[in-house]
């Protein structure tokens, strides 16, 4: 009778504890859900509240966060905030103060982690000078830049190795005139312009314009090879007459082709053999990836303009957008991206852009257009001249002929007016910061116009471009004498 008396009550006080423990269990899962939710007990009106996640970072890390002129701690770092407009900014030693105002909203994380600290203290080197450069493009993974020279008597190019940024190498070559026409006889006013680098660094294509005398001007197509210093003339080895080039992956030998005739082709260089046209009255075109295809063009018996969508494995394209009568003096744009697991298709004419956002690349054509839904429609302030996204998809990026604006998908806002003067070339330094050249000098902008520093002297017609390791700013300068200097701006102080 007493064992089993004490066998009653040790079940009883197990149960008691696996019950303890249980709860104990729930209620630490509860606080943690309720924490990452954003929810928290305010001790001065005793009342739960649902707050926002911010995330913070910069570049150089280390830099002191205040919010609304309170002090959180040091970059990399998180905190809570009550909803609502507060003032954010970032110190660090030496470095410009980072500020910025923005709306948070409970139950969302917004992240700031993009400041690009820049330096109080601007120290500006030179490189390398040039004594003829006419334009000059960085390759995408900041390693690499390919220089067209200024020179009538041979078509020459530079290549560039920046891996080192304490020892850059540079090679002049000179063009194989048997394949780059022209040279050598009556042809004159011989221009190269740097059209696209391929996705693997090595192979870029050149325009080659040219005036023959008694014919007008001829346009030529080249494929240069980085670590082979070779040239080849695309449309001879395909066979066609072309108005555009685009690559298709990183091989150097697929590409995408567009005939005079509005026929978009692939073509295989290696091969010199080209596809059945894969669209029809193309007027230009943009390559996202190895598969995807935006075009603008016409239906072949009317001068409007549609918008389309066209991947490889469709048997037709998608037409997203079909210009209309009153529609008719302002041209079609369209731009495709990624973002979030999603597709994004924005599309712009006259002053209003259009964003799609679904999963269109991941059906047939036939379900295309159903998955794409339109999401939100923005209204410049002007008439469009340019319609962009940023590389991760993020950014909706809109010029007008008096400035830019931009979008905000992940925060889903639109930013205000940022002026520039006419004419200004406006481009991505990476995937938050823009880049122009205004009265002499390079000026960086966050995607919104906000932080806008003067950096370094330059001059227009050269791009302009961060090193690999973030720490290097670079930039062209022309000199009275036509020599071009290449300096760079140090983005880090060393400590």
């Keep these: 009778m007493y064992r089993k008396q004490k066998r009653g009550l040790e079940l009883a006080r197990r149960t008691l504890i696996y019950t303890i423990m249980v709860l104990a269990v729930c209620t630490l899962a509860f606080i943690l ?6 929810y928290q007990l305010d001790l001065k009106t005793q009342t739960v509240e649902q ?4 995330q913070y970072d910069s570049r150089p890390q280390g830099a002191q966060v205040f919010i609304d002129g309170t002090e959180l701690g040091k970059t990399h770092i998180k905190g809570m905030l009550p909803e609502g407009q507060h003032q954010f900014s970032m110190r660090l030693d030496g470095y410009d103060e980072w500020r910025k105002v923005v709306e948070v909203k409970a139950g969302t994380l917004t992240w700031l982690s993009y400041a690009r600290l820049v330096p109080s203290e601007r120290v500006v080197s030179s490189v390398k000078e040039f004594s003829s450069l006419a334009s000059v493009r960085f390759s995408p993974n900041w390693r690499f830049m390919l220089g067209v020279m200024q020179a009538t008597d041979a078509p020459k190019i530079v290549w ?28 004159t006013a011989h221009a190269l312009k740097i059209v696209e680098w391929d996705s693997g660094n090595r192979y870029a294509i050149l325009k080659h314009t040219y005036v023959v005398e008694g014919q007008g001007e001829k346009v030529q197509w080249l494929k240069v090879d980085r670590e082979n210093k070779t040239v080849v003339d695309i449309a001879k080895v395909i066979g066609l007459e072309l108005r555009e080039v685009r690559f298709l992956g990183e091989s150097g030998n697929e590409l995408y082709v567009l005939q005079s005739s509005g026929e978009l082709r692939r073509a295989d260089l290696n091969a010199a053999t080209i596809s059945a046209p894969l669209i029809s009255h193309v007027q230009s075109f943009s390559v996202y990836g190895t598969d995807y295809i935006t075009y603008v063009g016409t239906n072949g018996t009317s001068k409007l303009q549609l918008a389309g969508i066209w991947r490889k494995d469709w048997t037709e394209p998608v037409v997203v957008r079909r210009q209309t009568e009153a529609e008719a003096s302002t041209p079609l744009m369209i731009k495709f991206s990624r973002y979030d697991n999603k ?25 295309a257009s159903k998955l794409l839904s339109r999401v939100k429609s923005i209204t410049a302030g002007e008439q469009l001249t340019e319609l962009d996204l940023s590389g991760t998809g993020r950014f909706v990026l809109m ?6 604006m931009s979008y905000d ?3 889903q806002s639109v930013s205000h007016d940022t002026a520039l003067p006419t004419g200004t070339v406006l481009d991505w330094l990476d995937d938050y910061h823009v880049w122009s050249v205004e009265g002499g000098k ?15 002297e330059a001059s227009e017609g050269f791009d302009v471009s961060l090193s690999h390791d973030g720490d290097w700013l670079y930039a062209f300068r022309r000199a009275d004498n036509g020599a071009v200097t290449m300096s760079r701006l140090r983005m880090t102080i060393k400590r």
Excluded at 51 to 54: D, N, T, Y
Excluded at 442 to 456: H, I, P
């Design 409 to 411: 998908i992940e925060r």
């Design 160 to 187: 560039g190795d920046l891996r080192d940024s304490d020892k850059p190498k540079f090679n002049e070559v000179t063009l194989d005139t048997s394949v780059v026409a022209g040279y050598g006889g009556q042809s």
């Design 51 to 54: 707050r926002a996640l911010v």
């Design 442 to 456: 390079v000026v960086m902008r966050e995607f919104d116009g906000a932080n806008q520093s003067t950096m370094l």
């Design 33 to 38: 859900i309720f924490h990452t939710l954003g």
């Design 343 to 367: 597709d994004v298709l924005v599309v712009g004419v006259g002053s209003a852009v259009t964003l799609h956002m679904g999963a269109a690349l991941d059906g047939s054509s036939s379900s």
């Design 399 to 404: 010029r007008t002929g008096a400035g830019f």
